[in-house]
C-alpha cells in the first residue's frame, strides 16, 4: 500500500511535537497497554523481575522500550515514503520477530498496542489530530507489523 508524502509529515509532525514529553508519554503508553491487556505484563521481564514495591513510573526501561515503539514506528513511516517499504536501523527486523516471537507476543498484542498507541498520540497532540492522521500512523505501525510478524513466522 502506498504511503504518501502528506502521511510522512504527518507522523513527522506529531512525532517531534511530542518528543518534549517523551517520559510522560512513554509512561501513559504502556499504562495503556496494561489497562486493556493486564496481562502482557508478564511478557516483559523487566517487569516481572522488578518488585511490587518498585512502581511502574519508577522502571528505569520501561520509558526506553515505550519510546522505542513510537520512534521505530515513525522511522517506518519515513522509509516507508522513501523506500517504499519497511526498513529499520536500530535493531534489524530478524531480531525484532526473534523477540517477539521469543517473549510470546500474539496476534491480539499487536492489536492492543496499536490502540494504545493511537490513542496515547491523540491525547498528546488534540490539536493536531485528525482522521488522516490516525490513519498515518496506523498505516506505518501496520507495515512494520507485518514486517515484525513475517520475521516471527519464520525464525532461523
Ligand atoms: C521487545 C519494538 C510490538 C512485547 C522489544 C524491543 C523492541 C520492540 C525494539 C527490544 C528489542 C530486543 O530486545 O531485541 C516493538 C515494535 C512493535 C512491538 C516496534 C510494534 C510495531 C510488541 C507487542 C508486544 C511486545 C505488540 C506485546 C505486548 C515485547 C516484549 C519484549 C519486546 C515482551 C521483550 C522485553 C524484555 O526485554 O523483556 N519490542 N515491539 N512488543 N517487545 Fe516489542
Ligand atoms: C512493545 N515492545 C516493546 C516495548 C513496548 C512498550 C510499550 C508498548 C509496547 C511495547
Known amino acids: ?23 510522560e508519554l512513554a509512561l501513559k503508553f504502556f499504562l495503556r497497554v496494561f489497562e486493556i491487556a493486564p496481562t502482557a505484563k508478564k511478557l516483559f521481564s523487566f517487569l516481572r523481575d522488578s518488585s511490587d514495591d518498585v512502581p511502574l513510573e519508577k522502571n528505569p526501561k520501561l520509558k526506553a522500550h515505550a519510546l522505542t515503539v513510537f520512534s521505530m514506528t515513525c522511522e517506518s513511516a519515513v522509509n516507508l515514503r522513501k523506500a517504499g517499504k519497511v526498513t529499520v536501523k536500530e535493531s534489524n527486523l530478524k531480531d525484532l520477530g526473534t523477540t517477539h516471537f521469543k517473549y510470546g507476543v500474539a496476534d491480539e498484542h499487536f492489536e492492543v498496542v496499536r490502540f494504545a498507541l493511537l490513542e496515547t498520540i ?9 482522521a488522516e492522521m490516525k490513519e498515518a500512523w496506523k498505516e506505518a505501525y501496520d507495515q512494520l507489523v507485518a514486517a515484525i510478524k513475517q520475521e516471527m513466522k519464520s525464525p532461523e
Do not use: R
Not at 491523540?122 to 485528525?130: G, L, Q, Y
Open 122 to 130: 491523540k491525547e498528546a497532540v488534540p490539536e493536531m489530530w485528525s
Open 1 to 23: 500500500k502506498a504511503f504518501s508524502e502528506e502521511q510522512e509529515a504527518l507522523v513527522v509532525k506529531s512525532w517531534n511535537a511530542m518528543k518534549k514529553n517523551a517520559s
